[in-house]
């Protein structure tokens, strides 16, 4: 069986689709979605199974750290653990290509933070398709970017993820071709931002 392939506009994304993919994603789905810096294999938070599926294509074992995508800083701030310095920099510099690794409270479930350091990776992607799907949702999803095994560069085509991996995904959003700049990293210790990798968001700020 292949994953649907659903081509969304990439601006306006239409409603109807938008309903059909969160429908596929809430059923236990796991979705390639566009995001503001490649694709990303995605799946509900409560969905272990799901997680799970995303592991074996991607290849990675179970400490591997998934990123949650939040629609903006209240969801943050249910998810980790964010005081007035971190919050203010937050608001800032979201959406945006920023991964931010911060303390995760109780409402992460267990397997998806870092085991040692109990922290989560958090993003708000500026991607009006990803926007749509979360406000729809009204809940984050879990995400990792779509890096298939033996590849050093994330997936940016639709049409060849679905060549590659329509067959063990239940969802291709074709949001267009992208431009695969990671993400930047930040890593908040005592709320202090460290940035642990360069990428397409403007590190100045956090210098």
């Known amino acids: 069986m292949s994953a649907q392939f659903i081509s969304i506009h990439p601006d306006n994304p239409q409603v109807r689709f938008v309903k059909q993919i969160c429908q596929i994603l809430r059923d236990g789905g796991v979705a390639v979605l566009p995001t503001d810096s490649a694709y990303a294999l995605c799946c509900m938070l409560e969905q272990k199974s799901a997680m799970e599926r995303i592991a074996r294509i991607r290849q990675v074992d179970k400490h591997h750290n998934f990123t949650l995508l939040c629609r903006d800083l209240s969801e943050i701030s249910t998810y980790a653990k964010v005081d007035n310095t971190v919050f203010r920099l937050l608001k800032n510099n979201t959406p945006g290509a920023y991964t931010f690794i911060l303390p995760a409270t109780k409402e992460v479930p267990r397997r998806l933070m870092n085991e040692k350091k109990k922290t ?3 993003r708000v992607p500026d991607n009006a398709i990803l926007s749509a799907i979360l406000d729809e949702l009204d809940e984050p999803l879990m995400s990792s970017t779509l890096i298939l095994p033996e590849r050093e560069l994330a997936e940016s085509d639709p049409v060849s993820i679905n060549d590659e991996i329509g067959s063990i995904t239940d969802l291709i959003v074709d949001g267009g071709v992208l431009t695969p700049n990671p993400t930047t990293v930040i890593v908040f210790e005592d709320s ?3 940035i ?10 956090f210098e």
């Open 196 to 205: 642990a990798r360069y990428g397409a968001g403007d590190t100045t700020p």
């Open 192 to 194: 202090v931002p460290n």
């Open 120 to 122: 989560i990776g958090i």
